[in-house]
């Protein structure tokens, strides 16, 4: 079966440093891998998603992931984090099933 | 483009009431799916459909369930409401199941009480 890991449940980082959030996923072969962002009291957005080729992926918003089949992570970055990016990030994996199977996600706190 | 509409929005229910939630694409999706959403566990399917005229159980479905009558519409019922059962839903879609790029409501609040 296949299962998504987010191992920091929230992530405070101040406004214009560097940001990474972690994502594992377990699954034998190459799995298809998104990102999405809901904002409070929205739905979830797509980020980015990786099928297959070039690893590291843009995104809208800033936004890149790198898939790293030897770490079965697939690990969300922006260089320069903005105040409107405080939110909550999902990642999730389809591994040849008809659904998306998320991660439980990690909060984004920006201070000042 | 409307996307995906969710009705309603808010709704309190009564221990043992029943209600259905409303959700309605206008992308010509073939696949529907319905999510909860509660702190800390993230998205939980609890059943989906690849086509007009089917379902499928998902992740916990027990409690629920769901027709697929019109390709447009999916429709998520709780025959006997319970506390366990307060949460946001989600429903989505998607064209195909090829990566499954997934386009969601704004979502449905349920309270039971």
């Known amino acids: 079966a296949q299962s998504v890991t987010q191992p920091d449940i929230h992530i405070t980082v101040s406004e214009g440093a560097s940001l990474e959030l972690r994502c594992n996923y377990s699954y034998g072969a190459t799995p298809y891998l998104f990102w999405y962002v809901q904002s409070p009291g929205q739905g979830l957005q797509l980020l980015l998603k990786y099928f297959s080729g070039d690893t590291l992926v843009q995104g809208i918003k800033g936004f890149e992931a790198e898939f790293k089949r030897s770490q079965s992570s697939f690990n969300l970055r922006k260089p320069s984090v903005h105040w409107s990016d405080a939110a909550e990030y999902f990642c999730?994996?389809?591994?040849?099933?008809?659904?998306?199977?998320f991660g439980k996600g990690t909060m984004l706190l920006v201070s000042p | 483009n409307a996307g995906v509409t969710q009705t309603p929005k808010f709704r309190v229910l009564k221990t043992g009431q029943s209600m259905t939630l409303l959700c309605a694409q206008d992308m010509n999706h073939e696949y529907m799916y319905w999510y909860r959403q509660d702190p800390g566990m993230g998205l939980r399917l609890i059943h989906y459909?690849?086509?007009?005229?089917?379902?499928a159980k998902g992740e916990v479905p027990d409690g629920y369930n769901v027709s697929r009558l019109k390709k447009q519409n999916f429709l998520l019922g709780l025959e006997s409401a319970a506390p366990s059962q307060t949460s946001v839903y989600f429903c989505a879609s998607s064209y195909s199941d090829r990566g499954n790029v997934l386009t969601f409501g704004a979502g449905s609040r349920l309270t039971v009480l």
């Open positions: 999730a994996v389809n591994s040849g099933y008809s659904t998306l199977t």
């Open positions: 459909s690849v086509g007009e005229g089917t379902t």
